[in-house]
């Protein structure tokens, strides 16, 4: 079931009242006020929300894994999204990459800020930033690859066993990731070094000569504006990627999408690009907006990633 206390909410919400948020950029939107359909339950001690399709197990679907952003598995917006894709066919495990774990959270106003803030207030502010600052620097240090990888391949292991049918429907898995979740989606994309999948050893390590490598886990992926995503977990996708980004994102830098698009073209990777202006990093996240152009080139991306999909 959704914990509202984590659901996320949009930047451009207008409510006068005080609003707990998650930290990291892009976890911002505003709950969709709706039930989720899917459940919460467990593989290996990992809580993992899983949605089915409506005539499932009539119909299979296919195994597709959602890796969200900050706000983790208790979202109620990362829930319904699960949902949207579980009723367009797809059997949908989206585990807790966090641990029990997910982005701090952050309470602010919405109120009005003043428009000539006192000294006093400055300080104040320019404090809180920091301090905000300082927490999610923490967070994330405490989610690493080594962390992050086994905890995917433990919750993979168990529901390639358990859907063994929506593996075949689907000759294979697919996977979406949204923000911190798209790193990992590219990551189970490629040829890693075993010591790099079991968590041994950070991807920009030296490997050991002779280590063994271990082919992508995924058939297929989509993401959406990631955050921390290197040139080379780009560069090291090795089957079909989607890829949709926010133009001049501070998370997700032109000059990374580029040069990382570039030599997966050189690789021969076949790939699709989007790049959407005029939007906050975190649109594509299901959220509300005030806003009805980023309502629309919501609707759009996610038809994009779910059009790439169903094409393999």
Known sequence: MADEDVATRAPESDAQEAQTTSGIPGD???????ASMGEITKYNEIEVY????????HNSG????LLTGG????????????DKYAAEGFLVVMPDQFGGDPAPTTTTSTAPAEAHPTIIEQVKLGVASVAKSFTIDMWLARHTPEKVLPILHSVLTSVKEEYADAVSSGGGIYAVGYCFGAKYALLLAADLHKDVAAGHRAPEMQAE??????GPQVKCGAIAHGTQITVEELAGVSVPMCVVAVKEDPLFPDLVREQGVEAMQKKGVEHEVSVYDGVPHGFAVLGDYADEGIVEKQK???GQML???KKH
Do not use: C
Not at 28 to 34: I, S
Not at 50 to 57: A, E, G, I, L, T
Not at 209 to 214: D, F, L, N, V
């Open 62 to 65: 296919k195994l597709l894994l």
């Open 300 to 302: 759009e991306a996610f």
């Open 307 to 309: 059009a790439w999909l």
């Open 209 to 214: 000569e002779g280590m063994a490598r271990q």
């Open 28 to 34: 911002t939107k505003a709950d969709q006020g709706a």
């Open 50 to 57: 899983v949605s089915k399709p409506s005539d499932y197990p």
């Open 71 to 82: 706000t983790g598995v208790h979202s109620t917006n990362n829930q319904i999204q699960a």
